[in-house]
């Protein structure tokens, strides 16, 4: 049996009793907001390949610290904040479709870098 996590030792987060679940779920609403946009979106490829790799770090193991040694990219219970956020970002991006041409064409110089001055 693996050690009882007590605090994350980070203020106002508090330990959550089963990251591996919660991940999961997570993962797989991202995913599956991930599958309503074009395959082509650039947004949708990478966030996908990231989401991908983490869960497969979930189906490897069931211990929090491993995951969080594999995943390094902080404690688990970062790792659930950041992905609520990163499938609340899913969500407004199928509203905003940023793969879609824009309306009008855009300013010269507008996507230009570094902006030249005027």
Known sequence: MGLIKKTTGLMGLA?????????????GKI??????????????????Q??????AVLQQTKDSYEIENKINCGQAEELIIQAENELNLARKMLNWKP???LVAKPPKGQWDWPPSKA
């Not at 599956?32 to 990478?46: F, H």
């Not at 990231?50 to 869960?55: D, T």
């Open 15 to 27: 330990v959550n009793p089963n990251p591996h679940h919660t991940l999961g779920a997570l993962y």
């Open 31 to 48: 995913l599956r907001t991930l599958q309503k946009m074009p395959e082509q979106s650039v947004y949708r490829k990478y966030t996908e």
């Open 50 to 55: 990231i989401v991908k790799e983490r869960a």
């Open 99 to 101: 793969w879609e041409p």
